[in-house]
């Protein structure tokens, strides 16, 4: 049986299983997630990421995301910056700015580079959507918390009971309000704004907890994060920039003022590579 060479990467723990479509094409990547996630009869991860060559010029990567339930998810930060350093550590490109096709459209990778290895990665996540076009959280009746959009759906409620995520946040995901259900954060502001330097600004500090959609609880989510410095920002709890502090590490997020793009910058991890057998279609080439 062929096998698959995969790599287990994370980012502030939110780990996933990499692997690249341009040499190892996956046939069924809803049933690899499933089976592969399982961390007591798989590799064990919080999903599948696919890593391959763009069908459109004005991306140089694609993207694709599954969580470990089999669902496909439209984007994740952290798995993003993995991506960008798996490419660049590895050799597969001299970048250090990456355009990555992700199911909510193509998002700029800035890698922050010393003696030849990538440290950490800024990605642009665009603009948030603060209104939800169904309006599903109001008619769910639903009002202690706060949607945020960045490219896949997010509920704040802020608290000083983050612990709740495990109780609360899985019943929440599957909220009658929730059609295609959320992702779910519990957020404390620890401090509102915090002094840093001119040139660095450290902003506020939010300890914040994540249930994702597919996935549960999971050590850090980038776009959760995201979410959360927008939702804190937009309600007064901080300003524009922030340190979000989840399970599995701290994460940077500025809300820029002068186009309302998202950044949040973070680190991305190797932990080890394998190989799994599987039946693969044959090989189509790539970049």
Known sequence: MPKIHFTKMHGCGNDYIYVDTMQYPISDPVQASILWSDRHKGIGSDGLVLIGASPIPEADYSMRIF??????????????????????????????????LTNSGIKTLNLHVRNGVVESVTVDMGTPQLENPEQFVSSGGLDKGVFVSMGNPHYVIFTD???????????????????????????DVITPNVEGTPAKPQGSVIRTRVWERGSGITQACGTGACATAVAAALTGRAGRR??????????????????NHVLMTGPATFVFDGEIEATINPPQGGK
């Open 161 to 187: 009971n983050v612990d709740q995520v495990g109780e609360t946040g899985r019943i929440l995901e599957h909220h009658t309000a929730f059609p295609q259900r959320c992702n779910i954060e519990f957020a």
């Open 242 to 259: 922030s340190q979000i502090v989840m399970d599995g590490g701290i994460l940077s997020i500025e809300w820029r003022e002068s186009d």
């Open 67 to 100: 969580n470990a339930d089999g669902s496909e998810a439209m984007m994740c930060g952290n798995a993003s910056r993995c991506i960008a350093k798996y490419l660049y550590d590895r050799g597969l490109t001299t970048q250090t700015q990456i355009r990555l």
